[in-house]
């Protein structure tokens, strides 16, 4: 984990979901197979299908020989690979510690929003289930934006929903997207190693903070939360 940034400014944190909360990998590269066999020319390889976790399905609808000529052909292949996920739902679950960090930072009177690229169907899925929504005061998904991730529009619009500034905010995610992102919005990043996204991939994007487990991410919050008390006594004291 690294740091030389002032934390105390910090009072919004920008979550990614799937592999940054959600440890979904399998779930999503088991499903996107699927529609890649049908529509496409070829199963991928697992390694081939998580290089492209991050972008939403209207983009990757057209990967791996995949080419839908009319929106009605892309709904359907949508639909197709949604029914795939909730087939392979076993698959996913919670990174306990990651969900714990959010949990926290709400407590601790941090906004929280979730900058996702999941469209609005994939998003009422995770709400069902998802332990922690009581916690996000603000979700912006794929259907949300012209141009989802890694293009800084979510950021922008959450940003300006919550009146909050670039500076105060902070991107946690596990791709690259997450990262240019953040980078492009004028918030810090946070690189979170344990997701789809390669190490050194993400470690190009020049992060603010590393973190190579939910624990750390956890502890990073815990670290967060009491540096800006501190720096609240002290303004208080001066």
Known sequence: MQSSLTVEKVNT?????DGTLM???????AGLGDAFE?????RPTRSEIAAQIGKPLTDQMFLFGCSPENDEELEEMISYTLTRYEAHAHLESEFNDAVEALILAKEKGLKIALITSRN????????????AWDSVDLAICASDVTSPKPAPESIFIALEKLGEKPENAVMIGDSTFDLRCGNSAGVRTAACLYGAGKAN?????APSYVLDTPADLLEWVHNLIEQRENATE????H
Do not use: C, P, Q, W
């Open 23 to 29: 440890d979904s990998i399998e779930m999503v590269i």
């Open 120 to 131: 609005h169907v994939e998003l009422d899925a995770l709400k069902r289930h998802f332990r």
């Open 234 to 237: 002290e303004n208080h004291t």
């Open 38 to 42: 049908k529509y496409g020319s070829y």
């Open 201 to 205: 991939h993400l470690l190009a994007e």
């Open 13 to 17: 944190l920008l979550f990614d979901v």
